[in-house]
């Protein structure tokens, strides 16, 4: 599965350019704020007759806290651009990253979450 092996790239991505405490591979983690996690992520074909693709949905979440939700934004806009440059892996060259969703939400008492997906397409190298 391709999804496997961009996870990792993903990971990596993210833990180099968004400067939060910790990341995350699962959605139900805690941690000390700000931090982020994988949320979904899922992956369908996008291959044409005579070459394999493949389409990636990636989804994050930053967890903050505070008066206002500036930080968790400008931490969520942070991590679309990291996803944004993902490079290809070893026999899959990117084709397509577009940002889907970005969006903040307030989850009570001063703690804030900003969303963001992603949507991948890869083709198969020659």
């Not at 700000?34 to 930053?62: C, H, M, N, Q, Y």
Request: net charge positive; proline share 2%.
């Amino acid at each position: 599965m391709v999804a496997a092996v961009m996870r990792a790239g993903v990971l990596a991505r993210l833990r180099e350019r968004v400067a939060v405490t910790r990341v995350f591979e699962g959605a139900g983690a805690r941690g000390t704020v700000p931090f982020l996690a994988l949320r979904e992520w899922s992956e369908s074909d996008w291959g044409t007759k005579d070459r394999a693709g493949r389409e990636l949905r990636i989804g994050v979440v930053v967890r903050d806290e505070g008066e206002s939700g500036a930080r968790a934004v400008a931490l969520g806009a942070a991590a679309e651009a990291a996803l944004l440059s993902l490079p290809g892996e070893a026999g899959w060259r990117v084709v397509t990253v577009v940002p889907v969703r970005s969006a903040l939400l307030n989850e009570g008492a001063g703690r804030w979450a900003a969303l963001v997906d992603v949507r991948v397409r890869m083709m198969a190298e020659d």
